[in-house]
């Protein structure tokens, strides 16, 4: 999770970060912030972010069908910015929800054909929104993260297949997209 909030930091600040990796050898971050002259201005004036490579050149992932949109649900603001960001940059629609109260009134609104979703989350967990989003729109594809691995809340079978097929968070940028694209290529066939 410090990944998570020195991503968002890096991100309100207008600048990035790209991420080398190799296979036994290791990874390396770079962070690169906006330079500002020797009189300072302010951070508002700066109208252009530095360029961040997109997520589908570096998971090698083809870009996404136009019509993608996809709701996000977590009770994390940090991981819910940085789970939109990725997607984001990977080239889907985004609709970020805080709460799962929230996302069901998105629900009502629109019809999406993916909800990432959260499973611990107050007043109603990630089983419970899945349910009731089904209930809202049938054939809506339906993918859990969760940094806990708890199968108490599992009540019937529908829950333990979202559990069992659920990303262990934290959840790398490359698998996030690549299953988002497995389910839309599932929904769309």
Avoid: W
Avoid at 14 to 29: E, M, P, W
Avoid at 70 to 95: P, Q, T, Y
């Amino acid at each position: 999770l410090g990944l998570a909030q020195v991503f968002g930091f890096i991100r309100r600040c207008q600048g990035g970060i790209v991420v080398h990796s190799q296979l036994g050898i290791g990874t390396r971050f770079e962070l690169y912030l906006p330079l500002l002259p020797a009189q300072s201005v302010p951070v508002s004036q700066h109208t252009a972010p530095l360029p961040m490579p997109s997520v589908a050149t570096l998971a090698s992932v083809s870009p996404p069908d136009a019509d993608s949109e996809i709701l996000l649900v977590d009770d994390d603001a940090e991981l819910l910015e940085v789970h939109g960001a990725i997607l984001e940059m990977a080239g889907f629609k985004v609709h970020s929800c805080n709460s799962p109260v929230e996302a069901l009134t998105q629900l009502k609104q629109k019809q999406f054909r993916l909800m990432v979703s959260d499973i611990v989350m107050p007043a109603m967990n990630g089983f419970e929104l899945s349910l009731a989003a089904r209930a809202l729109h049938s054939g809506l594809k339906i993918q859990l993260v969760s940094a806990y691995a708890d199968d108490s809340l599992i009540k019937d079978a529908v829950s333990q297949q979202l559990y069992s097929e659920r990303l262990q968070k934290p959840v790398r940028a490359s698998q996030l997209v690549k299953r988002v694209k497995e389910l839309l290529s599932e929904s769309a066939g």
